[in-house]
């Protein structure tokens, strides 16, 4: 089986990709591999971020023949709002600035589209994949999901971010109204997570 460290310290979000990912690829975290400290994510796309996050990690490694890994993969994620001509897109986790909550982020975004009718939103995740010995270079794989930004929160106390506010298409419910198991079947993260495992 191969054995791939994921770029993150979101417990949620490994977890979240290791049982998408079970049976096929053994999932290392940074703290398994010995790696600790913050991932710089400068770049101003999201493949920008999941590369530079995955290029961090890979120059921490060894990477010789034989290694005890056989890659690196990263990823990232942004809401891009329709009538904001796409923010906060790549800012989303400092929207309403360094160290700001989630609470912070959604009272911004919803301020930004009062009185505004074009509700219109998607998530974005784009997961790039650098594995040891590809001539190819990173490989990328994106999942996308399409919904709107509702007037307020609507909650269960699930997920996290901007869910309490992005309703998705074909549903009535906000993502932070939906069981786990169902937003990761529908969501961005869910359906890159998904091209990642159908590729390995
Ligand atoms: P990251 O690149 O996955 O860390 O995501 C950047 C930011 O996008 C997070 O800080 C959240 O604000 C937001 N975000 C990412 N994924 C989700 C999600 O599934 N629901 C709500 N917000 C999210």
Redesign the pocket.
């Known amino acids: 089986m191969k054995r791939l460290i994921f770029a993150?310290n979101?417990k949620h979000?490994l977890g979240e990709v290791r049982a998408a990912l079970k049976g096929r690829v053994e999932v290392v975290s940074l703290a398994e591999a010995g790696l600790a400290g913050e991932i710089p994510?400068t770049a101003d796309t999201?493949d920008g971020?999941?590369l530079q996050k995955a290029e961090w990690v890979s120059a921490r490694l060894p990477q010789a023949a034989g290694g005890p890994y056989d890659g690196v993969f990263a990823?990232?994620?942004?809401?891009e709002v329709e009538a904001l001509g796409g923010a906060?897109g790549v800012y989303?986790?400092?929207?309403a600035g360094e160290h700001c909550s989630?609470d912070d982020?959604i009272d911004k975004l919803l301020r930004a589209l009062d009185g505004i009718d074009n509700r219109r939103a998607c998530?974005r995740?784009v997961i790039c994949l650098l594995m040891n010995h590809q001539a190819d270079g990173p490989l990328y794989f994106e999942g996308r999901v399409d919904g709107q930004i509702l007037r307020e929160r609507h909650s269960n106390g699930e997920?996290?971010?901007?869910?309490p506010v992005?309703m998705p298409d074909r549903f009535a419910v906000s993502?932070?109204e939906m069981p786990l198991e169902v937003?990761n079947k529908i969501?961005?993260?869910g359906l890159a997570v998904k091209k990642l495992a159908e590729y390995l």
């Open positions: 993150t979101n979000k994510e999201l971020n999941a990823d990232d994620t942004g809401l906060p989303s986790a400092r929207y989630f982020n998530f995740t997920g996290f971010g901007y869910d992005f993502f932070a937003k969501s961005h993260r």
